[in-house]
């Protein structure tokens, strides 16, 4: 066997063993070989495409400017694509057409110039890249396709509608283009950063973006960022949202809020102020009644003297009432909070009372609480105001037994005040917590109606909650949360 006989049998054993068609050309447009895969792609045998023309596997629409560009493609042959940025097809011998991708490589032989074609049927790649197309399309979003360099691929219809530009002025251009002058020289960095260790995520969390418009306005925006490998190479698909919106919605919540707060510190300081300085007068009244009433020279009648005394108890208890809002109006003023052992501020508390838990022979348990943040001094009066409650309603029947308990996750501590006093009628659990209501009288039950209220505000200063659940003649469990981001394992 001649040495040209082997390196044409080599040549035929090579192409046979490619995973694609491959189809001879020779610079008459004559099919001069072709291997196994391409009788399977066009559905002939070789012996019906050997010596035709290549037209025979060209569409009809395609047909006229082949010839033309063969010839070009002979005058200056290389190995590149066919068909840059162009749609090509193919025909089966049924007459199907199929999208193809082509490679051209020309090969010098003994017999002229060929050309060896390799052709692959993209027909599954297409329908991907249009359910790819139509995905994107359909998203309620702006969707921008962007690919290493930040030329913009592809864009949907909202972005369009977003930005002011039709497609055809954006697809092609840079990025840029949609974002404000400020942006742009630093994007670029941006860009490659993300490319480096691409991942789905929010771009530009913790900073405000923008974005501009083709009439120059600028508006606020959201934008997702999501890596994409494709056939042609690496790229970065953005979802874009205008939070114009509920930036404004934001602004005037937190406008609001400011309101809200300086009002709030008004109220606060006005209660101060009015109690504060409604004491002084208060004393006064109940100092001259008190030297009226012991005048050494006077010698009152019965309802002379029950006047006095009406009058001296009525002054006493608006003191208390004024005291109560004072303190009320105190709470959480210079605080700070710190790490707790609640525990042992529980067992200080029941110390304080220890007189009144001896008097009522009060049976109190203390479970294992955490270390927690709070308050102090606030966190002290609370459980103070729960255990002194329990013990004030008691049940005369039995022997007041009152246990706290608490439990503790990452976001709070919650603790629980349960006795087995009187109980309290359903429809009152949220009345109980608002100043100065009573739900019994007070010759029933000394004090001011203001310790639940004092509750209430000390839990809201922790960011927390407070409710009971009670029935009467059953007792009472009072819950309240505060806000803790202390550790699970940090326990007594």
């Not at 697809?171 to 789905?200: D, I």
């Not at 300085?277 to 020279?297: K, V």
Request: glycine share 6%; aromatic share 8%; hydrophobic share 35%.
């Amino acid at each position: 066997m001649t040495n040209f006989k082997q390196n044409e049998l080599t040549f035929q054993l090579m192409v046979e063993a490619s995973p694609n068609a491959l189809v001879l050309i020779n610079n008459m447009s004559k099919i001069a070989y072709l291997n196994s895969f391409s009788e399977e792609l066009f559905q002939y045998k070789k012996q019906e495409l050997i010596g035709q023309d290549l037209s025979i596997l060209i569409p009809n629409k395609f047909k006229k400017e082949h010839p033309n560009l063969l010839k070009t493609y002979f005058n200056n042959p290389s190995s590149r694509q066919m068909g840059a940025n162009r749609d090509l097809y193919a025909l089966r011998k049924d007459g199907s057409e199929f999208p193809v991708e082509i490679g051209l490589n020309p090969i010098v032989t003994v017999d002229g110039s060929l050309v060896l074609a390799s052709i692959i049927d993209i027909t599954t790649r297409k329908k991907a890249n249009e359910q790819f197309r139509l995905v994107v399309e359909s998203a309620p979003n702006a969707i921008i396709l962007v690919d290493n360099l930040g030329v913009i691929n592809l864009i949907n219809k909202q972005t369009e509608v977003l930005f002011g530009y039709t497609r055809k002025e954006l697809v092609g251009k840079k990025m840029e283009v949609l974002l404000p002058s400020r942006y742009k020289s630093n994007h670029p960095n941006l860009r490659n950063h993300f490319l480096a260790a691409p991942q789905t995520r929010a771009m530009g969390a913790g900073r405000d973006l923008f974005a501009i418009r083709k009439d120059g306005s600028e508006f606020p925006v959201e934008i997702g960022l999501n890596p994409l490998e494709t056939v042609n190479g690496n790229q970065v698909l953005a979802s874009i949202i205008d939070i114009s919106e509920r930036k404004k919605i934001e602004e005037a919540t937190k406008l609001q809020s400011k309101k809200i707060e300086a009002k709030n510190k008004e109220l606060e300081q006005f209660t101060y102020i009015a109690s504060h300085d409604l004491q002084e007068p208060l004393n006064t009244i109940i100092s001259f009644i008190e030297i009226i009433e012991n005048h050494p020279d006077r010698d009152y009648n019965d309802l002379e003297k029950d006047s006095f005394k009406f009058i001296n108890q009525a002054s006493t208890r608006m003191k208390e009432l004024i005291k109560g809002l004072l303190d009320y109006s105190r709470l959480g003023n210079k605080a700070e909070m710190k790490k707790l052992n609640s525990k042992s501020l529980v067992q200080s508390v029941c110390h304080d009372l220890d007189y009144i838990i001896k008097k009522t022979n009060a049976k109190i348990t203390v479970g294992d609480l955490p270390f927690t943040f709070a308050y102090e001094t606030e966190l002290r009066l609370l459980f103070q105001n729960l255990i002194s409650n329990s013990i004030k309603f008691m049940d005369p029947e039995k022997t007041p037994e009152i246990s706290i308990t608490a439990s503790q996750d990452k976001c709070q501590t919650s603790f629980s005040v349960k006795d087995n006093g009187i109980g309290i009628d359903p429809k009152y659990n949220e009345k109980i917590f608002t100043i100065f209501q009573r739900l019994h009288g007070r010759n029933e039950y000394e004090g001011t109606g203001i310790g639940l209220a004092h509750c209430r505000k000390i839990v809201e200063l922790h960011n927390g909650n407070i409710w009971v659940e009670s029935e009467v003649g059953k007792g009472s469990t009072f819950y309240f949360t505060i806000n803790s981001n202390i550790k699970n394992d940090e326990k007594i």
